[in-house]
């Protein structure tokens, strides 16, 4: 590895023609990764690009005129001082925050580069354009700077809350009401067949975590996210899984009350929470009239619990 202090004219030149060579593909990557969730941002990193690629022309240009059309790969891990980035690709998907600081701190070190690249060279041309290039990278930390700062628009709002309720909200609220719901009936049954809190809890136990792990898979399984833009499968499985064993084990935890009659009218009562709360996120999320969505729900609701009451007494 060489230090920056042994660099010749040639080396410093080749370079700074490397690092604008691989900024510009990380913009790239930074445009094609924030381009569905962010289109206004990855268009300005689109524009960076297209004015690193002009950096690179002009030193190019300027190498060429001094040492000739050979030009030596040097890369930025090969010379002490560069910090080590990490790859663009390990770390999708993009946030917007951590895209915006990253590119303040490429262009924060690449202008450095040029600043102390300007003050070593005695050639009037080449530090004429380092000079020039470093001006421009300090611009370029502004224009990341105020990428992080952009007041996100109407449109992109209504974007962002589109991609929420595919991605969390539709199911996290299909976990919710299986795992509130179709676990109603076993619970119940237990309760009035074995009089036991023990057994019920027990029960109750075994539908909510079996119920989380098949609608976690069912909902991983359902589709890739790749044409519905529902988001990556597997996040949508934990979340629907976890919402449904969540749903399942709030009305089976009061059966941890030794006295039978007592853990079922508390399940009762978080069984009413539930499908009020379920009720509330369909009304808030899913533009569902609200007495609407309380008639449908609790009518399901309704029918299985008498379902499970019906069938432990029979």
Sequence with gaps: MR??????????LALAISLEEEDARIYDDFADGLQANYPEQADKFKAMRREEDGHRHRLLDLYRSRFGEHVPHIRREDVRGFVKRR????TRPLGLKAVQRTAELMEQETKRFYEQSARRTTD?????????????????????EEIGMTKVSEEESARQKRLFILQVIQPGLAGLMDGSVSTLAPLFAAAFATHSSVATFQVGLAASVGAGISMGFAEA??????LTGRGH?????FVCGLMTALGGLGHTLPYLIPHIQTATWIAVAVVLVELG??????????DTPLGSAVLQVALGG????????LIGTS
């Design 87 to 90: 790859p663009v690709w390990l």
């Design 3 to 12: 230090t920056f202090q042994s660099l010749t004219e040639r080396e410093v």
């Design 233 to 237: 499968p597997w996040a949508r499985g």
């Design 124 to 144: 009037t041309g080449i530090r004429q354009l380092l000079g020039d290039l470093a001006e421009e990278e300090r611009n370029h930390a502004r224009t990341a």
């Design 302 to 309: 309704a029918l299985v619990f008498l379902a499970g009451v």
């Design 221 to 226: 399984l359902s589709d890739d996210g790749s």
């Design 277 to 286: 709360l379920i009720s509330w996120v369909r009304h808030r999320f899913m």
